[in-house]
């Protein structure tokens, strides 16, 4: 048998993985899956563009495709992503195997063993993983209701050099906090020539439930009037469907240049067939209705889980309300441990995410995610009652 290498040395099978494999009953109601709605997806828009597409067009879907990605939907994506204040004609766009990939891509430009790298803590457990199989040291820092926690990132960078800091300031996952305005500004000023390269997660940018909250995601990218470095990451994951696995990176042209010939080891290009959907998706003009149809079923969804919330859990749990995106948030007393609810909410039949798991260190475990955007509807209040009381029953045991 060869030797495995360093970065997989330490990888193990999650507790959390091996508690889900017990939650496969078809009876259990699960918040744990970060995804979709599997009812939601535009099929009918995508049967209309396949079906009436025209055949040249069809045999360039089935080629390879240049590894930038496929030139109408650079063009489309740059017109889209110009609305939003981002810098597409000093930056370059790439479109990604997902933005997943895209993390990837710039782990492997940046990331040596031993470097630093910060996260919010918590942190979305994809990009963690990425970093890990990397080698970085991975540092946490505190994210507040209102974004990251700037004194605490302050006294970091007073004593340490970051290669990276990786934020995802719109409907966190799995925090479901959006950054403030004055948070974004403070952040750029805190970064202002210390050569940290910060990357922008922006994977859920156009799930907002209220106008309000539409204002608040303009991307920390198109405020960056320092120069600092940066790359900004998005995904169709979310407005159209994971299983297309296109994503995309803004970055200079300098990171840009290297990304690609990454890239170009790595899959040659993203999926031609799937980029070919989702030009013609964008150009048809199906994005902004299909946008509107699922904010208003997810901020439907929210609002169920909230008033569950609100009904069943004990006060000493708190949260906070999200604005958009999939998740809620919630902390326990800091002597509780989520995986003893799990244990017991899984008997019972409902399922979520303990905090260890998105915490960089895997130390706090007194928090849970729950989303709300891929299960039953009429089961939220249910799942929530079952969940409430496995965590006033753990809480007796205490008293
Ligand atoms: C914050 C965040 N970033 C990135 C991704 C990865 O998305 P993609 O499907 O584009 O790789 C996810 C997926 O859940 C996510 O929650």
Known sequence: MPFFSQSVQHIRSSEIRDLMKLATRPDIISFAGGMPNNDLFPVAEVDDIILNMDPEIKKVAFQYGPT??????????????????????????????????????????????????????????????????????????????????????????????????????NFHNPAGIIYSKEKRVKLLE????????????????????????????????????????????GSFSKILGPGFRLGWM??????????????????????????????????????????????????KRKQLMQNALETYMPEEVTWTEPEGGFYFWLTLPQYMNATDILKDSVKKGAVFVTGKTFDPEAKHNNYIRLAFSNMNINDIDKGIQIISNAIKKNMLAYS
């Open 68 to 169: 930038p990605g496929y030139p109408p939907l650079l063009e489309t994506l740059k017109q889209y992503l110009k609305t939003k204040g981002l810098p597409v004609d000093t930056h370059h766009l790439m479109i990604t195997t997902g933005s997943l990939q895209a993390i990837n891509i710039l782990a492997m430009e940046f990331i040596d063993p031993g470097d630093l790298v910060l996260t919010e803590n918590p942190s979305f457990i994809g990009g963690i993983a990425v970093f890990k199989a990397f080698q970085a040291h991975i540092k946490g820092v505190p994210l507040q209701h209102d974004g990251i926690d700037l004194k605490a990132l302050e006294e970091i960078l007073e004593t340490e050099q970051p290669k990276l800091l990786y934020i995802i300031p």
């Open 190 to 233: 805190l970064l202002k020539d210390k050569n940290i390269l910060l990357l922008e997660d922006d994977a859920y940018n156009e799930l907002y439930f209220s106008e309000a909250a539409h204002e608040l995601t303009q991307p920390v990218m198109s405020m960056n009037q320092y120069n600092i470095p940066m790359v900004y990451t």
């Open 250 to 299: 803004l970055a200079p042209p300098d990171i840009y240049e290297k990304a690609q010939i990454i890239k170009q080891g790595i899959d040659a290009c993203s999926p031609n067939f799937t980029q070919v959907i989702a030009n013609a998706f964008m150009q048809k003009g199906y994005l902004e209705p299909y946008l509107n149809k699922i904010r208003k079923e997810y901020a």
